[in-house]
């Protein structure tokens, strides 16, 4: 009898600190709020699949306990009843599916105009690049990584020239505009995660993966690493400002390129 | 009313009597025993007790996090080997051991009708490898710079790196190699199973009068003997990455400023290698849980399972398809994003047979005459965790939903929801359950139900909240959350709070083993069948069964599992064995 009860109180706890705990998601910053509505629809779908299971196990527990003299029904199956909940759970599951995937289709084509921005991991720090002028990364290696080159830029491609290096500094993004975040490791797997931007992916070395958000609002924000990258994971903390386009140009104006990083250098080897 | 007529033509036996080996001294009657039931006990016995092990580094884990900064000696390093060692303890020591080696020994044959494993020699060195496996991992932690501290996942490259526990030392070398000589020992007692299942029923038990159960262990075992290569593989490859310097998963690599003489691996090619095994093992875990809770259902409520021939073909639909979802663990691995689709849709398909499952569950319960017994209240509690941790399955499987709750906290909380708490809580059940069978006394009913309410309740409220905290975007594997912005002073609140639900729900388990160890001579006498069940297990001629389980003759089938209240019949139960048939008996067949 006390389980037909907690149950009740099991389903009637949940909903209400669903909707009362102060525990929810940092307010959004991309535009990827569709997969805030995502989760929002899926939340509706399975909180009510849940209160009704839950809720009739209860009922059940209560109307069907054992008292003397009791005797259950035999009933072996139930065609009918079983293909409608069959077709039913499908419907189900689908309505959550189709906007999913379609919001996945968004997330993984990446609009035409948006800019690029080289993330590197490396335990554990975060540095980026970002192209020059010439709106072109030049190619890199992890062969090539050095204490003079950190990044392991190809330092014989011209379009690596004019590219502008930050090592272990914030990134600045300007707000508004599309940026496909190219990600790349030399070491271990890593995870460029920022909560506010809700994107996430794992960088891995060798390999060059991506995604794609809009900032939407200026501000400063934290990027976490979201994939275990040895002991000091937790302490791999970087900075996202996203700033207005005036801001992000000063901001631009004041980082070095390949070029000037690895002009020393030139400079010793020429005499 | 009770209209019995003669009994059909009861089908030859197909497979002859088979010779017991029989003991001659007592290191061979308890020790090296060839006896399925004894082999049971073992492998139940040692995957406790290294269970306990993971359950006190989950406490050492939270004190760490509900407390941070407080307790020195818990280093990030020590951090990184609790969480990976309790991890892989759990998933593979425990629950895959406790589930295929210790509920598949001692029920199969039972349940069949078979004296023993068709192979009980190689069964016995299933288990003794099965110790060396956990003898070797619980050696890590008295090796130099102690067990790995990988991630349960064992993700490299950074596994076998300096900058991990155990990387460079003896810690991912003793996990590969124990881990290796699980998946041999386990093909040994799965081959077995799986015969056997095959092979040796007895007379009249045909596969769709198979208790589900078996039905649930002999899938799941063939889903391990399938999946486990796929681990087995990437544990060699690595192993030789480690220690021979090839490169199977490691690319060009500059760690701290050095290069490294790796070049031309895949560490994604691991991911995929380890989920291939991975994403079945869920289900290895799940499906007997699945089985077993159905008949402590159909027990303990008096009625059928309902939807029986629907109940099979979910579990081996459920068995298949999960064969074909593994990267949905991948989402965010960096892989082809167009892999997204497919993998969605199939893991989205794989909740239509689990709700399926799920329905006919709580479909038992109505109309039913429902006992809440200790094992029955297992199995209720069980049906809500599953369903909890399943729909939360929902968002994670949904690849887009996925993005922003990958590696999140909202992770850790669904999989201990669905495969951590409510398997085990199916496993507390099935103990309650069939302890009276085991040892011929009940456990103590009041120790039961504080162990069960404190279980219950306890492990809700761990892993409930916790999914909200996820959601706010705090990562997993974080040895330190107060270094991020997303963990508000109020979720740090929530978070001791969690931990002290872990601290109470890990005090209730020591009642549980206190109970198990009193009731062995304290218990009251339970008597050949306790339950009125009508499996075969319940009729064996001694209690507990002797070595060849039946006595002179094997038992013959003549129904299903599920004849429970017939009407018209004398009792609200048939046990399988009992001749003659019922007109208002409708099995399905």
Redesign the interface.
């Known amino acids: 009898?006390a389980?037909a009860l907690?149950?009740v109180l099991?389903v009637v706890g949940?909903v209400l600190?669903h909707f009362l705990?102060?525990?929810?998601?940092?307010p959004i910053a991309s535009n990827?709020d569709?997969?805030d509505n995502?989760?929002i629809i899926?939340f509706w779908?399975?909180g009510v699949?849940?209160a009704a299971?839950?809720l009739?196990?209860a009922y059940?527990?209560f109307r069907?306990?054992?008292r003397e003299g009791?005797?259950?029904?035999?009933?072996?199956?139930?065609k009918r009843?079983?293909w409608w909940?069959?077709i039913v759970?499908?419907i189900g599951?689908t309505a959550?599916?189709v906007p999913?995937?379609f919001?996945?289709?968004q997330?993984?084509s990446v609009p035409s105009d948006a800019t690029v921005v080289e993330v590197v991991g490396?335990?554990w720090q975060w540095s980026f690049r970002l192209p020059g002028k010439d709106g072109k990364l030049g190619t890199s290696?992890?062969?090539n990584?050095s204490?003079e080159n950190p990044l392991?830029v190809n330092a014989s491609d011209a379009n690596a020239q004019d590219d502008v290096v930050v090592e272990a500094a914030d990134l600045h993004l300007p707000v508004g505009k599309p940026v496909k975040m190219l990600?790349r490791s030399?070491?271990?797997?890593h995870?460029f995660?920022v909560?506010?931007f809700?994107?996430?992916?794992?960088?891995?070395?060798?390999?060059v993966?991506y995604f794609w958000f809009t900032p939407t609002k200026t501000g400063t924000f934290?990027v976490?690493?979201?994939?275990?990258?040895?002991?000091?994971?937790?302490?791999m903390?970087g900075v996202v400002m996203v700033d207005t386009p005036e801001d992000y140009l000063a901001w631009l104006g004041e980082q070095q390129t390949f070029a000037q990083l690895s002009a020393p250098q030139q400079v010793g080897s020429a005499e | 009313m009770v209209d019995i007529t003669p009994a059909d033509a009861v089908p030859p036996a197909e497979v002859a009597e088979m010779e017991l080996y029989h003991p001659h001294s007592w290191w061979t009657k308890y020790v090296f025993s060839q006896d399925a039931k004894v082999i049971a006990i073992q492998y139940s016995a040692t995957a406790t007790a290294i269970g306990l092990v993971a359950l006190v580094l989950s406490w050492l884990m939270r004190l760490q996090l509900g407390f941070p900064g407080t307790f020195d000696f818990i280093s990030?390093?020590a951090y990184?080997q609790f969480i990976t060692m309790h991890g892989m303890i759990m998933v593979i020591y425990l629950l895959t051991a406790l589930f295929l080696g210790g509920f598949g020994n001692y029920l199969i044959p039972l349940m069949v009708g078979a004296r023993d494993m068709v192979f009980p020699y190689v069964n016995m060195l299933s288990y003794w490898i099965y110790l060396l496996a956990v003898l070797v991992l619980a050696s890590s932690f008295f090796a130099p710079g102690g067990p790995t501290?990988?991630?349960w996942t064992l993700?490299p490259?950074?596994a076998i790196?300096t900058?991990?526990?155990g990387?460079q030392d003896w810690g991912i070398i003793l996990m590969l190699v124990s881990l290796i000589l699980f998946i041999i020992g386990f093909t040994m007692g799965g081959l077995n199973y799986v015969v056997t299942v095959l092979q040796a029923r007895t007379r009249g038990m045909t596969l769709m009068r198979l208790p589900l159960t078996v039905w649930g262990i002999f899938t799941a075992t063939v889903m391990a003997l399938l999946a486990f290569p796929a681990l087995f593989v990437a544990c060699v490859m690595m192993l030789f990455d480690r220690a021979l310097g090839t490169s199977f998963f490691m690319?060009?690599?500059?760690?701290?400023?050095e290069?490294l003489q790796h070049g031309g691996?895949?560490?994604?090619l691991f991911q995929h290698l380890f989920w291939f095994f991975g994403h079945p093992e869920v289900y290895i875990v799940a499906l007997p849980a699945f089985g077993i809770v159905s008949d402590l259902i159909s027990t303990h409520?008096?009625?059928?399972i309902?939807?029986?021939?629907?109940m099979v073909w979910a579990i081996v639909g459920i068995g298949a398809l999960s064969f074909v979802v593994w990267a949905h663990h991948m989402y965010?691995?960096?892989m082809h994003?167009?892999f997204?689709?497919f993998f969605?849709?199939t893991t989205?398909?794989i909740?239509?047979p689990t709700?399926?499952k799920?329905?006919?569950w709580?479909?038992t319960?109505?109309?039913?005459?429902?006992?809440?017994t200790v094992p029955m209240?297992f199995a209720?509690a069980f049906?809500?965790t599953f369903?909890?941790g399943g729909?939360?399955g929902?968002?994670l499987g949904?690849?887009?939903?996925d993005?922003?709750l990958?590696?999140?906290m909202f992770v850790v909380a669904h999989f201990h929801m669905v495969m951590g708490v409510a398997p085990i809580l199916v496993i507390f059940g099935a103990i309650y359950h069939w302890y009276p069978k085991v040892t011929g006394r009940m456990l103590n009913e009041a120790m039961g139900q504080f162990h069960f309410w404190v279980t219950f309740?306890g492990a809700?409220l761990i892993f409930?909240?916790m999914h909200?905290?996820g959601?706010?975007?705090v990562?997993r594997?974080?040895?330190?959350?107060t270094?991020?912005?997303?963990m508000?002073e109020?979720?740090h609140d929530?978070n001791a709070f969690i931990s002290i639900m872990a601290f109470i729900v890990g005090f209730a388990q020591i009642v549980f083993l206190f109970n198990l160890i009193w009731s062995i001579r304290h218990g009251r006498e339970a008597g050949g069948n306790p339950w009125r069940a009508t499996t075969l297990e319940w009729q064996t001629p001694e209690t507990p069964p002797a070595h060849g389980n039946f006595g002179k003759e094997l038992p013959i089938v003549y129904r299903w599992a599920?004849d429970?209240?017939?009407?018209g019949a004398k009792e609200?139960f048939i046990p399988q064995n009992m001749p003659g048939s019922f007109e208002?008996s409708?099995?399905?067949a």
């Open positions: 009898m389980i907690v149950l099991v949940s600190f705990s102060p525990w929810w998601w940092t990827w569709y997969i995502t989760i899926t779908i399975t699949v849940f299971v839950v009739f196990m059940c527990v069907f306990r054992h009791n005797q259950a029904a035999y009933e072996p199956e139930n009843l079983e909940l069959t759970t499908a599951v959550m599916l999913g995937l919001v996945w289709n997330f993984v490396q335990q290696d992890t062969r990584v204490p392991g990600l030399i070491d271990v797997l995870d995660y909560p506010e809700r994107a996430k992916m794992d960088m891995i070395p060798g390999s993966t934290q976490l690493c979201a994939e275990l990258c040895g002991q000091g994971h937790p302490l903390n | 990030p390093e990184y501290g990988a991630g993700y490259p950074q790196m900058g991990t526990p990387g690319p060009a690599i500059v760690e701290m400023g290069q691996g895949s560490p994604i409520a008096r009625k059928n309902f939807g029986y021939r629907m965010v691995s960096g994003p167009y997204g689709f969605a849709t989205l398909i909740a239509v709700a399926i799920v329905y006919n709580v479909l319960l109505w109309r039913g005459d429902i006992h809440l209240l209720l049906i809500v369903v909890n729909l939360t929902l968002f949904n690849v887009v939903v993005v922003p990958s590696d999140t309740l809700y409930f909240p909200y905290i959601l706010m975007g990562p594997r974080y040895h330190e959350l270094a991020t912005t997303v508000t109020s979720a929530l599920y429970y209240s017939v009407p609200d208002s409708r099995e399905p």
